[in-house]
């Protein structure tokens, strides 16, 4: 990829997410919700106008490190500890639906090799923890027990 196609794809990335976020915002949905449907739009899935590359992909992954980063340090271990069982139950359920959901489903549904399965069930279950707590934060949860 040349350098004025990744500043470009860059720019269709971030005005892309950028106009669906202030629009789901609008509209009272989170605007991650926005940010999601930007790249499914735009990505090979519908539009085809960007396609994954490895600056892309780098800048991902800083992206969803950053994203966890910043849970962590939102996250008040002393409040989740006085909080009670709501917040376990909570916490355990967003860690093991989407585990078991993508394991299961990768393993079963479409025959990947059980490391492939688990590897898969572990992504989705780590981008899942960031994105519902940054759906929390756009709903004003963000400090809520359950959050």
């Known amino acids: 990829m040349e350098l004025h196609e ?10 892309g ?17 926005g940010e999601l449907t930007a790249g499914l739009i735009l990505g090979p899935s519908l539009l085809g106008w960007v396609s994954p590359s490895t ?3 780098i800048l991902a992954e800083i992206g969803i490190i950053l994203l966890l980063f910043e849970v962590g340090m939102n996250t008040d271990v ?5 909080a009670g069982a709501k917040p376990v139950l909570v916490s355990l359920t967003g860690f093991a639906l989407p585990f078991a959901l993508g394991a299961g489903v990768s ?11 688990l590897f898969i069930g572990d992504t ?5 923890i960031g994105i519902t707590v940054r759906v929390l934060t756009d709903l004003r949860r963000g400090s809520s027990d359950e959050a």
Do not use: K, N, Q
């Open 6 to 15: 990744f500043f470009l794809a860059l720019a269709m990335v971030l005005l």
């Open 17 to 33: 997410a950028r106009l669906l976020a202030e629009t789901a915002s609008r509209l009272g949905i989170p605007a991650v919700i």
């Open 55 to 57: 600056p892309l992909e």
């Open 78 to 82: 002393y409040r989740l500890a006085r």
């Open 107 to 117: 393993r079963y549904g479409f025959e990947l090799p059980l490391m492939a399965s």
């Open 124 to 128: 989705l279950t780590a981008t899942s």
